[in-house]
């Protein structure tokens, strides 16, 4: 028997998620600094690539590898990491509004759909208890806060900001209740293990995506709310930074992507403030924000290209050596 690559884990749906994430901060670099549309354009259609790849490759993974993917689906971490089949499809749907506002309206629904049931079924299973310790780690986001959130800015996107209302609702309570229960296990439980820490980028996503919500469900100046969220992204973005050296322990992995939607959503935020009528401090964060998120993105698409070209992407399995009955 030779080795095989070993399927595609549904964790990578962080790489589209990130890259249409930072093609809408490009966008918004185009209305308000007048970058190029290109560059814009171009991360777009890489996400959208990306994301029907990988869809792709999940589907041909239940039909192939059924016994992996009902294993990852059934796992207490690696399942969490489903809901961003959804969620990045959701962004794909806004992404398609452009081309084909019908094809972007049915995958929207498709993608709220399966959202709903995939969130409600690992929401469920969280409440039933049992969780080991060290597996509760910021990916308990991915199917109440991240879902609500993105189903809230695509939603306002459509233009059903009642729905979006909604969602938002469900995603910023949702977010309040599990961050206290992630803070708990950090501060009392043994320390995350090294494979597991570049999760942590998770961590910033929260407050910034969620005021991206904000801002897409509301109209004029930005108000409190949208400053109390940029402020406690900006927190957050400062103890990454502190905690870095720490993560970086964990040489670089695709799990690294778990930065990418924070690091997409900060200076998104700050730039639709400014955009939106906000003057003094937000106006000179932004581009500072906007130039280090071109670097983490930099850096991130660096190393997965170099792992992809080195085959340590999807790394061959070797098959079980046979054994012999006696």
Do not use: C
């Not at 959202?115 to 109440?144: D, F, K, M």
């Amino acid at each position: 028997m030779t080795a095989h690559r070993a399927p595609v884990p549904v964790s990578f749906f962080s790489i589209p998620v990130g890259l249409l994430a930072f093609a809408n901060t490009w966008h918004v670099g185009v209305r308000l600094w007048h970058l190029s549309a290109d560059v814009a354009q171009a991360f777009t259609l890489a996400g959208l690539a990306v994301w029907v790849a990988l869809l792709a490759l999940y589907a041909r993974k239940w039909f192939v590898q059924r016994a992996e993917a009902v294993a990852e689906l059934r796992h207490p971490l690696q399942s969490a990491f489903a809901a961003l089949l959804p969620v990045s499809s959701m962004l794909a749907s806004v992404a398609l509004i452009p081309f084909s506002r019908g094809v972007a309206t049915g995958l929207f629904v498709v993608a709220f759909a399966g959202q709903l049931a995939l969130g409600l079924a690992l929401n469920g299973r969280l409440w039933t208890g049992g969780r080991p310790p060290e597996l509760v780690t910021p990916a308990i986001y991915l199917p109440s806060v991240a879902q609500g959130f993105v189903a809230a800015t695509a939603s306002a996107a459509f233009g059903w900001q009642q729905l979006g209302m909604m969602f938002f609702g469900a995603g910023l309570l949702a977010w309040l209740a599990l961050e206290s229960l992630i803070l708990q296990r950090a501060a009392v439980g043994a320390p995350l293990p090294v494979a597991l820490r570049p999760l942590l980028g998770i961590q910033l996503a929260p407050a910034v995506v969620g005021g991206g919500s904000w801002l897409a469900l509301t109209t004029g100046t930005p108000d409190m709310l949208a400053w109390l969220l940029l402020g406690y992204g900006l927190y957050q973005a400062l103890l990454l930074l502190r905690l870095l050296p720490w993560i970086r322990e964990q040489a670089f992995v695709p799990g690294y992507w778990a930065f990418s939607f924070g690091s997409a959503a900060l200076p998104a935020l700050a730039m639709r403030m400014v955009e939106r009528g906000a003057t003094g401090l937000v106006a000179g964060l932004a581009p500072v924000l906007f130039v280090a998120a071109n670097l983490v993105f930099a850096l991130l698409i660096a190393g997965t290209l170099r792992m992809l070209a080195r085959g340590t992407l999807l790394p061959l399995i070797s098959p079980a050596p046979a054994t012999t009955v006696r």
